[in-house]
């Protein structure tokens, strides 16, 4: 669906003098709503930032996408808690990665023990965002496709609430009210706030207090912030520490309570320790105190194993979708609805079948190593080249190969700091953000909370914003 039929941007993305102009009220208006970074020269201050690079326009996204993506939500929250609390499951599906993958095996390590000792923790809470493709179909049709449910540190909730109001600002200037009425209204920092909140009440105690996880260079604080702030509003008191202040200040008492500096810790908010970079031998320490507390983790560590790309290939195979929703058919075919093709690279015929068709149609494929963070996927050549090494190693157990999703590209102009406004080629990743939180075998909430668009260049296979890549933006419903 060519952007310029859909919302009429076509003409004005012609005019480089208006989009200059455009684009200078834009980055003041979006610095005016706090859409900030950190710089990358001085990441772990805040005395010089400048605003998270976003689109000029709103791209158009299909209205019965974007609500089929919002109703499938508590789907897939389901599924992930469902996911998380089968040790059984997660041993046979991690078993062929953890041998070549050695920081999954860092994580089922701490996982073991931790059931090995007895969960202590009683409240489950689940902070995600599930993300989503168009694939253009041969028909002209799309489709609504996963590309992957992430589990740990979902980001960009607190950014995703303040563009909004930029897009309403570019719009208006251009006289076009109409349209800036339709931007969605949008505040997933305050819904992943209430979940946060919402575990702390049922932890129950009064004084506790909510730690954040934090890197020492984080270029991402303001998007944190958003939630703290939420948080701090309702009178639930957010303290920032790294892996390595936990080692040195943290302490488990008798019953596995946690204290934090002498304060008692009812949520752990994890926005660290989903890359393998994130941890010396120190950090792993302090992760497996921190799992082996009753506080709240978000997310603990089984349901940060259910977010691995082995789990989400093993769940798209026959039957396996029925065997955790039980007797919710509805559910089940609302997710297989999402689901591309994935295959599994596992020693064995069914991964040698895979790799021989992605070798022979490499444009249709993604390889994906078992990562969170953006930056990790390769495609094409590169692609065809790490099959050939990996063929014949127990390596390529660690890799699942997914279809590749083709999004019909549209044109729209990328604001960037330090970069001319440029008109380019475009394809968008929908995210949606999910919140549950568990007590004991029940759910007290399961829900969503909002959306993030995150859009870039079709020439970037690989990325996310915080990886330099894609921008952030706002769907425009056609």
């Not at 965002?129 to 590309?147: E, H, T, V, W």
């Not at 819904?191 to 009064?206: C, H, R």
């Not at 829900?447 to 668009?453: A, E, I, N, S």
Request: proline share 4%.
């Amino acid at each position: 669906m060519p952007v310029g039929m859909a919302t009429g941007w076509g003409s004005l993305l012609q005019d480089e003098q208006q989009l200059e102009e455009l684009a200078r009220q834009a980055v003041d208006r979006a610095l005016a709503e706090g859409v900030l970074l950190r710089t990358s020269q001085a990441p772990s201050s805040s005395h010089v930032v400048s605003y998270a690079p976003f689109t000029l326009f709103p791209s158009p996204v299909p209205s019965a996408l974007l609500e089929q993506a919002y109703a499938v939500q508590a789907d897939f929250n389901l599924l992930v808690d469902a996911v998380s609390q089968n040790a059984v499951f997660l041993e046979q599906t991690l078993s062929s990665t953890i041998k070549r993958d050695s920081f999954t095996a860092r994580l089922f390590d701490i996982h073991k023990q931790v059931l090995k000792e007895g969960i202590a923790q009683t409240v489950f809470l689940g902070l995600n965002r599930s993300d989503y493709m168009f694939q253009c179909n041969p028909d002209g049709s799309a489709a609504l496709k996963q590309i992957e449910i992430n589990t740990v540190s979902a980001s960009f909730g607190g950014l995703a609430s303040r563009t909004p109001a930029v897009h309403r600002h570019v719009l208006s200037v251009l006289g076009k009210t109409k349209e800036a009425a339709k931007i969605l209204f949008n505040n997933p920092s305050k819904g992943l706030a209430m979940g946060i909140a919402k575990a702390w009440e049922l932890y129950g105690s009064a004084n506790a207090q909510v730690l954040l996880i934090a890197q020492e260079k984080e270029r991402n604080i303001f998007d944190q912030r958003a939630i703290e702030n939420e948080l701090l509003a309702r009178n639930i008191h957010v303290i920032r520490r790294r892996f390595e202040d936990v080692s040195e200040k943290g302490s488990l008492d008798q019953d596995r309570r946690l204290f934090m500096d002498g304060r008692e810790i009812a949520v752990v908010y994890f926005r660290d320790g989903y890359m393998p970079g994130h941890y010396s031998l120190q950090n792993w320490e302090a992760r497996l105190l921190l799992e082996r507390s009753c506080a709240v983790k978000c997310p603990d560590i089984a349901t940060q194993l259910a977010g691995t790309k082995k789990v989400q290939q093993e769940l798209s195979r026959v039957g396996v979708l029925e065997s955790f929703l039980p007797g919710q058919p509805e559910a089940v075919a609302r997710l297989r609805a999402t689901f591309a093709g994935l295959y599994s690279l596992d020693l064995g015929e069914e991964g040698d079948q895979a790799i021989t068709k992605a070798i022979a149609a490499p444009s249709c494929f993604v390889l994906k190593p078992q990562r969170e963070g953006g930056g990790n996927n390769l495609y094409g050549e590169e692609m065809v080249q790490a099959l050939e090494r990996l063929k014949d190693s127990e390596e390529r157990a660690s890799y699942i190969l997914m279809e590749k999703i083709e999004p019909e590209p549209f044109r729209n102009c990328l604001l960037r700091p330090g970069s001319p406004a440029r008109v380019i080629q475009c394809i968008s990743e929908l995210g949606i953000f999910g919140v549950y939180v568990r007590e004991g075998k029940t759910l007290v909430m399961n829900k969503h909370v909002g959306h993030l668009l995150r859009t870039k260049a079709i020439e970037h296979a690989d990325g996310g914003v915080a990886a330099g890549v894609a921008v952030l933006d706002n769907p425009y419903p056609v």
